[in-house]
């Protein structure tokens, strides 16, 4: 056992590992309940938490302030006995800003929103999530100033209507599942139950605000007497389960999940899926603790055909990474049926926060936030490679430890992939149109092309994904089509990696690679030009998303114009001329955009306008210069059951000839990194039909 000494001067981080081992006790315990070992754990917490004066390194919080507060989710007959007031209607609203100035307006609108409820940040091709408790009347209001918001993202655009942009569902039933218990299965409270709450109305909410605090333990009379009127309502079922507030990002890691459980059109659903789902699910834990709540849901003021399918809504919260993944495994399973599809709509980001009374719900305060802050502190039991071998759709290889993060941000959830000669993770991506896309991600620690071809060799023996993706930063050459930030899809390679030097110091270089695979082509033809290209753009968030909008200076400030370019007076000007037409300036207007074209690779970083313009004589179109494409693509057309589908998707962080701004290097990485996630999201790639045996 850990002594209490050691406890109390845990480091922070460790401190969350050893909490978020202790998820499901602290849902079936309450505090008091807990092992010697785990209260001390929560304890370090509470002391650590006073002594920190940074935040995680991972997380990125000003400030970690640890537990907030001890709950639980009560009974909702005590719900509707509290509070009977309440507005008659409940309503979850996502909305879609798709343009920058559409985003702000509605964040300063929801932020400014008086009714009952929370905003949240979402993620994925959604901006925002409201769930709010407000007459019909106040709905309406509030969805027509969302609608007025909108009206720039969509005016003079082929994108649609504002009602494309806003979904609107309408909770018509009680929850069928509560703080993970059926509810069909937990008896309606007695009479003199109910009336014990009404009697203790004070203690009640005090105890539901945070049984810990000081308040409540006056309200008590001493810690031993609160801990007895804990168990006894626990006892009764006027507490169904507890919960743990805290204000660490991901822990719990909340998601809405809107799911079309019933067949038919809304106005004759039938309701045995879901009676099928409530029968099956029973005594599986891992199933049904981390629902909130299960609602029946009927969708309003949409034109979006999956939205106006959904029937249910299950608040969900996860307590380690790889659990939504294999929750929605689950979901699936026990509610077979021909229409049983599921939406996501995962909280990233608390907008405001008015907590309704009696749900249990224990976000955390206005201000805080969600994301992928903490996922690493824990991990959860690695997949063997075997298992997933013939089974993933996109396997993405990146080099530098920049470019890994910023794919691995986007991707969200991971679960660990052990005994292969690579390290692996694993997510999985829901597409707008198409079954999930299941991805292992990777990193080759050392740059060149053959430390990239064992890398993806290892990938195509061990995993035999259906496409392979190379995702991270090149050096672009001078255009007036494409500048720092914009992502490049190589359509051809030029490899001059292998070469000779003769006497007198001359060298010469043979050049290799070819055109890339047919699907590589067909995708390239259509899909990231025109207004396809468009929508990867607005997938990728770069006409909204503050990160992309604005952008590192083009010129060092250190050195002025006069000293920021560099090879001869001529190719100097061509460069300072091309530069000027993508920024103005140098300012750019919008985000960063796509091109396609040839690449150049080599094993050397070229910073050299003259080897770039001998490679050019024989490569003229080549637009970017990298350092390992030709290792992943020999790999890909060698070393498995078939050639390989290669998309090698590069953020410009370097121009051959500009002395940059250091900071174009992580905003190529998350370019990169958005255009990925981008390409899986969209749809556009059948990435099933290249998976073996298919």
Request: net charge negative; charged share 25%; glycine share 10%.
């Amino acid at each position: 056992m850990r002594n209490r000494e050691g406890a109390a001067g845990m480091d922070p981080d460790v401190v969350l590992y050893e909490l978020q081992r202790l998820p499901w006790e602290t849902k079936r315990k309450s505090y008091f309940e807990l092992d010697e070992d785990a209260r001390l754990v929560v304890d370090a917490i509470d002391r650590s938490a006073q002594r920190a004066k940074r935040g995680s390194p991972r997380s990125g919080l000003p400030l970690w302030e640890g537990i907030r507060a001890w709950s639980f989710v009560p009974h909702p007959d005590v719900v509707r006995e509290l509070w009977p007031d309440r507005p008659a209607d409940r309503w979850v609203i996502t909305i879609d800003a798709r343009l920058q100035t559409a985003y702000d307006g509605v964040l300063g609108y929801l932020r400014e929103f008086e009714g009952e409820g929370a905003s949240y940040y979402s993620g994925g091709e959604l901006d925002y999530l409201c769930d709010v408790e407000v007459s019909q009347s106040v709905q309406a209001s509030f969805v027509g100033e969302i609608r007025r918001l909108l009206l720039p993202a969509v005016d003079g655009k082929e994108c649609g209507d504002v009602d494309e942009l806003i979904r609107t569902y309408r909770v018509v039933g009680s929850p069928l599942i509560c703080g993970g218990r059926i509810l069909s299965d937990v008896p309606r409270l007695r009479p003199e139950d109910l009336a014990n709450v009404v009697e203790n109305r004070a203690l009640f909410e005090e105890l539901l605000r945070n049984y810990r605090s000081q308040a409540a333990i006056s309200l008590c009379g001493d810690e031993r007497s609160l801990q007895k009127q804990l168990d006894e309502w626990r006892r009764r079922d006027i507490i169904l389960s507890y919960r743990v507030v805290t204000d660490l990002a991901c822990y719990p890691a909340t998601d809405y999940v809107g799911a079309a459980l019933s067949e038919g059109p809304p106005q004759e659903r039938d309701p045995v899926p879901v009676t099928r789902l409530l029968e099956r699910c029973k005594g599986d834990r891992t199933f049904l603790e981390p629902i909130l709540e299960l609602l029946e849901v009927e969708c309003r003021e949409t034109k979006v055909d999956d939205a106006i399918r959904v029937s249910h809504l299950f608040i969900n919260e996860y307590e380690r990474p790889g659990l939504k993944r294999h929750w929605k495994t689950l979901a699936l399973r026990y509610a077979a049926g021909p229409q049983v599809t599921l939406c996501n709509f995962p909280v990233e980001g608390v907008v405001r926060l008015s907590r309704r009374a009696g749900t249990g719900s224990g976000m955390p305060e206005p201000g805080q936030t969600r994301g992928r802050a903490g996922r690493d502190t824990l991990r959860p039991t690695p997949i063997p490679v075997s298992q997933v071998k013939g089974h993933v759709h996109v396997a993405i290889i990146t080099i530098r430890t920049d470019e890994y993060e910023a794919v691995e941000s986007m991707l969200g959830d991971t679960v660990p992939i052990g005994g292969g000669n690579n390290s692996y993770e694993l997510a999985e991506v829901a597409p707008a149109s198409r079954q999930a896309i299941t991805v292992v991600l990777t990193r080759c620690v050392r740059q060149g092309n053959l430390h990239a071809q064992a890398v993806a060799n290892n990938i195509i023996q061990e995993i035999d994904p259906a496409w392979l993706f190379l995702v991270g930063i090149a050096g672009g050459v001078p255009s007036d089509e494409f500048g720092l930030g914009d992502v490049i899809i190589a359509s051809a390679l030029h490899s001059f990696s292998f070469g000779a030097v003769a006497e007198g110091g001359k060298r010469t270089y043979e050049a290799g690679g070819g055109d890339m695979h047919p699907d590589v082509e067909s995708f390239l033809q259509t899909k990231i030009v025109g207004s396809n290209g468009t929508y990867l753009m607005e997938l990728a968030g770069f006409g909204k998303r503050e990160e992309f909008t604005e952008h590192p200076n083009v010129l060092r400030p250190d050195l002025g114009e006069a000293g920021s370019f560099y090879g001869d007076p001529s190719f100097r000007e061509e460069l300072k001329r091309k530069l000027s037409r993508r920024f103005p300036n140098w300012d750019r207007r919008g985000g960063p955009l796509i091109h396609s074209g040839p690449c150049v690779n080599a094993d050397l970083l070229v910073k050299d306008t003259k080897l770039l313009k001998k490679w050019q004589q024989s490569a003229r179109q080549v637009v970017e210069v990298e350092t390992e494409l030709a290792g992943v693509y020999e790999a890909a057309r060698s070393a498995g059951r078939r050639s390989y589908p290669l998309l090698a998707i590069r953020g410009i962080s370097d121009i051959v000839g500009l002395r940059r701004d250091p900071d174009w290097t992580p905003y190529a990485c998350s370019t990169a990194a958005a255009i990925a996630c981008a390409i899986l999201r969209s749809g556009f790639i059948d990435f099933a039909a290249n998976l073996p045996g298919v």
